[in-house]
């Protein structure tokens, strides 16, 4: 049995609708890896713990690679009762800490939540977290993005 390939010849009009249909495709895809895409990523993150159920302290960097600033707006935990963003203020001769309802990551830049600045107060665990356990806080960003990010924990000795 003898198979007989045929060409298909188009039309200029129906190879025309053909390229735009692929180009679309291609386009479409690119576009939604793109959406799938997350502007914010975090790195260095870790909790410095404290013994005694004792209030610890989150920090973390974040970098925002997209064209437009986006602020961190909440912080939840499933390994604690209370996550809150709080920013070290001085006084004169005094420190206090204040609590702030977002903070800023700008544009194609980072923010640094570290030790005497803003830092993530953590309060109430729900399970015995210890030096080199690993908790999760999930940051949830003015865009609608959310970041579940794995944070080390850490002794107040080691940790830096």
Request: charge should be neutral; glycine fraction near 6%.
């Amino acid at each position: 049995m003898q198979t007989t390939i045929r060409p298909t010849v188009l039309s200029p009009a129906a190879f025309a609708a053909t390229v735009l249909g692929a180009c679309a495709l291609v386009l479409f895809g690119a576009q939604a890896h793109a959406a799938g895409a997350h502007a914010i990523s975090a790195t260095n993150a870790w909790v410095r713990w404290l013994p005694n159920n004792l209030p610890s302290a989150g920090y973390v960097t974040l970098n925002n690679a997209s064209d437009k600033r986006i602020d961190l707006t909440d912080i939840s935990s499933p390994d604690y009762g209370s996550a809150m963003l709080h920013r070290t203020v001085s006084n004169g001769s005094t420190t206090n800490m204040v609590m702030v309802d977002k903070v800023e990551v700008p544009a194609h830049g980072s923010l640094t939540i570290a030790p005497v600045g803003y830092h993530i107060m953590l309060e109430q665990p729900t399970r015995k977290i210890a030096p080199g356990d690993t908790v999760h806080l999930k940051l949830k960003f003015s865009d609608g993005e959310t970041l579940d990010t794995p944070f080390a924990v850490k002794s107040p000795g080691t940790a830096q």
